[in-house]
C-alpha cells in the first residue's frame, strides 16, 4: 500500500500513528459497543424510553416561543402523507398527538420548563398548571370523557321542553324563525350544497377565497342551529356530509380567524351537542393544522396561514405587517376547547402566550390598538376600535372569564381594565341623548360606530354581574344605552334594518351619511345584543325589537330562493347583493330563535358562545377532574 507522505513527517512515524489510531478505534468501538448493548438488560424505565423516542413521538415543547421550528418539531406529520412542502419549509408537517397516550408526569415538567433561553415569551408553568394542562394520568385520562361532561352540565342543553315557553305569542314568533331557518337551509342544499354560501338570486354556490380551500362552510356553520332547533332530517343530512365529505386536506390560504370561529367552533359546539366522535376527530386534525401561523418571533399569529404547506404571512393590507388585534385575540374559547378534547396543552399555551405578550407591553391610554407586529410585539398604529378589527378580542376576554368557571383572573383583568380605557376614551353621548362608542385615532375622535361594534350591548352585559359590585348597576345600565342606540340605527332607515356603519356628526345620529356604509349583509349583531339583554333583563322590548327584525328581514331580505343582504338600507327598491352569507344561518337566526325561547335552551349557566355564535360549555374543572363525579348526568 503505498501512502501519501505529509511534509515533515517520515514513512516509517507515518505508519506508526496509523497503527496506533487503528488499535485505539478498535479499542473504543468494542466499548461502546459493550456499553449500548449493556442497556438493553438494565430494567426497563421512563427515562430509557424517553431516550430512545423516535423523533416522530412525543418531544419536549418550547412553550409559546413561536419559533420557526416550534410546530414541525413537536407535531410532525409522517412523510407518507404525501403532501408537498411549499417553498422554503421543511418537508415535515403537523401530526397529531392526541394518539401519543403515554406521556410521563415527570416527562411533562421537563417540557413545560423548557425554552429558557426565550423566557420573554415563554409561558410560566404555573399558568399552564392552572389551567390544568399537566398529563398525569391520574388526573387527566387519555381521552375526553363525554359523559362526564354531561354530568358536570347544570341544566339539559336543549332545556325541558326544547326551550318552548308559555306564551302562545312568542312561540309562535320562534316557528316563524324556524321556518325561515329551514327556506334558507332548503335552497341552500338545492342550488348550493357542498359550496361555502349560496348565491340566491342566480341560483348557485360561492366558495369564495377565505377558508383556504375548505368547503362546506354553511353546513358547518348551521351544524348547531338545525340541532337545537329540532330540524332534525336537515341536521342528519349535515351530519352526514360533514363525516363522509369535509376534505382537511386542503392547500390554500386561509383566515386563520375565520377558519377558526366557522370551521372550529362550528365543529366544536357540534360535538359538545350530540357527542358523535367524529366531530372530535376532524376539529382536533383541523387545529393542528392552524398552529404554524404561530411561527413567529413572538408567538403572535400571523392572519393568512396555507392549510397544506404550513407558511403564514400577514393580510397585505395590514399596517406593516401586522397581526390584527381581533383575530389573534379571538381565538382562546376553541383552543382552550381544543387542548380539553386532545389533552394537548399546545393549543392552550399558544393563546396563553397571546395574552403574556400583550401584558407586557404598553397600551396608550390604557387602550388595546388594532395593529400589533407579530416581529417586534409592538403597536404598529394607534387606530383602536370596538367594532371591525378590534371587536371580538373584548368579548373573547370576557368569555373566557366565564367559560373558566369564573377562574380565568387573567382575562377578568384584561377585561375590566380595557372596559375602562373605553369608557374614558370612546363612549360618548350624542346631543340626542344616544350613547354610543366612537373610534380612536392617536387621540383623535372619529364619531363612527359600526354594525360589528354593536355586539358589545351584549358583552357589557353578560360581564356586568362580575364587575365591582358598585359599577353592576352601571354596566348594565352601559349595555341597555348601546343596545338602545344601535336598535334606533334600524328604526331610522326605510327598511328598519341598519347600515354597515353610522355617524353622530354633520347634524346627523345613528344615520349612515356616506353611500359606502349603506348596506346590510344579513348581519346578527344588533340582534346578538337583544337576546343577551332579554335573558338578563326580561325587558318585553327587546323580543319586540327581535320580532320588528324578522318582519324587516321578510320583506326585504327574502328572495325566491333563500336571503339576501341589500346595498341600501334607506331605500324601499331592494338592490340585492346576491349572497346568503354563512353567518345568517349560524348567528342572525340562532340569535331570533334564543330570543324567542325559554332561558334554558342552551343557558348562560352552562354555555357561552362564540364570535360565530357557536355555543361551547363552560369548563368545571373541579367537576371534571373529579374522579367519582356525583351522577348527575342530563338528558335531552
Known amino acids: 500500500m503505498v501512502f501519501r507522505k505529509l511534509p515533515g513527517v517520515s514513512a516509517s512515524g507515518m505508519g506508526l500513528r496509523l497503527s496506533q489510531k487503528f488499535v485505539f478505534l478498535l479499542f473504543l468501538s468494542g466499548l461502546v459497543t459493550l456499553c449500548f448493548g449493556a442497556l438493553f438488560f438494565l430494567p426497563d424505565s421512563v427515562r430509557l424510553k424517553r431516550i430512545f423516542l423516535s423523533k416522530t413521538e412525543t418531544q419536549p415543547v418550547t412553550v409559546g416561543s413561536g419559533s420557526e421550528n416550534d410546530a414541525r418539531e413537536h407535531l410532525k406529520r409522517p412523510k407518507e402523507q404525501g403532501m408537498t412542502p411549499a417553498k422554503g419549509e421543511s418537508s415535515t408537517k403537523l401530526k397529531s398527538l392526541i394518539r401519543k397516550p403515554s406521556v410521563s408526569h415527570e416527562a411533562t415538567e421537563e417540557r413545560l420548563a423548557g425554552g429558557k433561553a426565550q423566557e420573554d415569551f415563554t409561558l410560566p408553568r404555573l399558568i399552564t398548571e392552572s389551567a390544568s394542562m399537566k398529563a398525569s394520568s391520574s388526573d387527566h385520562p387519555d381521552t375526553f370523557s363525554y359523559n362526564k361532561f354531561k354530568g358536570c352540565l347544570l341544566k339539559p342543553p336543549l332545556g325541558r321542553d326544547g326551550g318552548q315557553t308559555s306564551d302562545p305569542t312568542t312561540n309562535e314568533r320562534r316557528e316563524k324563525v324556524k321556518e325561515m331557518m329551514k327556506f334558507a337551509w332548503d335552497n341552500y342544499k338545492r342550488y348550493a350544497w357542498g359550496k361555502n354560501e349560496l348565491r340566491p338570486l342566480t341560483k348557485n354556490g360561492h366558495i369564495g377565497n377565505m377558508f383556504g380551500g375548505l368547503k362546506g362552510a354553511s353546513i358547518i356553520d348551521s351544524l348547531d342551529t338545525l340541532y337545537i332547533m329540532g330540524l332534525m332530517e336537515e341536521y342528519n343530512d349535515a351530519k352526514e356530509w360533514v363525516q363522509t365529505s369535509l376534505d382537511l386536506n386542503s392547500n390554500g390560504e386561509a383566515s386563520l380567524f375565520e377558519v377558526n370561529i366557522r370551521y372550529v367552533g362550528g365543529l366544536l359546539s357540534a360535538y359538545y351537542l350530540t357527542g358523535e366522535e367524529f366531530y372530535k376527530k376532524k376539529v382536533v386534525e383541523l387545529g393542528e393544522k392552524l398552529l404554524p401561523a404561530f411561527n413567529t418571533p413572538t408567538g403572535i399569529p400571523r392572519g393568512v396561514i396555507n392549510l397544506g404547506s404550513g407558511t403564514s404571512w400577514s393580510w397585505g393590507w395590514a399596517s406593516a405587517g401586522s397581526s390584527i388585534l381581533a383575530e389573534f385575540g379571538t381565538l382562546h374559547l376553541e383552543f382552550i376547547h381544543l387542548s380539553e378534547l386532545s389533552r394537548n396543552p399546545i393549543f392552550t399555551e399558544k393563546v396563553m402566550n397571546i395574552r403574556k405578550v400583550l401584558n407586557k407591553i404598553e397600551k396608550p391610554h390604557g387602550l388595546y390598538p388594532n395593529f400589533l407586529s407579530p416581529v417586534s410585539g409592538n403597536w404598529v398604529q394607534h387606530h383602536v376600535s370596538i367594532g371591525g378589527l378590534g371587536d371580538s378580542f373584548y368579548e373573547y376576554l370576557i368569555k373566557s372569564y366565564l367559560m373558566s368557571d369564573k377562574s380565568d383572573d387573567d382575562a377578568k383583568k384584561m377585561y375590566y ?213 356525583q351522577d348527575k348526568t342530563v338528558s335531552e
Open 417 to 629: 381594565g380595557a372596559l375602562e380605557a373605553i369608557e374614558a376614551n370612546l363612549v360618548q353621548k350624542s346631543p340626542g341623548g344616544l350613547t354610543y362608542m366612537a373610534e380612536w385615532r392617536g387621540g383623535i375622535l372619529d364619531h363612527k360606530m359600526g354594525h360589528l361594534a354593536c355586539f358589545s350591548g351584549g358583552m357589557i352585559g353578560i360581564g356586568a354581574d362580575d364587575g365591582e359590585p358598585e359599577k353592576r348597576q352601571h354596566y348594565l345600565d352601559l349595555a341597555a344605552e348601546i343596545t338602545h342606540t344601535c336598535h334606533e340605527s334600524y328604526t331610522r332607515s326605510a327598511t328598519k334594518l341598519g347600515p354597515e356603519a353610522f355617524r353622530f356628526d354633520s347634524g346627523g345620529e345613528a344615520t349612515a351619511t356616506r353611500l359606502n356604509d349603506r348596506y346590510y349583509i344579513l348581519r346578527p349583531e344588533v340582534i346578538e345584543s337583544y337576546m343577551y339583554m332579554w335573558r338578563l333583563t326580561h325587558d318585553p322590548k327587546y323580543r319586540e325589537w327581535g320580532w320588528e327584525a324578522v318582519q324587516a328581514l321578510e320583506q326585504h331580505c327574502r328572495v325566491e330562493s333563500g336571503f339576501s343582504g341589500i346595498r341600501d338600507v334607506y331605500t324601499l327598491t331592494a338592490s340585492h347583493d346576491n349572497m346568503q352569507q354563512s353567518f345568517f344561518l349560524s348567528e342572525t337566526l340562532k340569535y331570533l330563535y334564543l330570543l324567542f325561547s325559554d332561558d334554558d335552551l342552551l343557558s348562560l349557566e352552562d354555555w357561552v358562545f362564540n364570535t360565530e355564535a357557536h355555543p361551547l360549555p363552560i369548563i368545571r374543572r373541579s367537576c371534571l377532574e373529579d374522579p367519582a363525579p
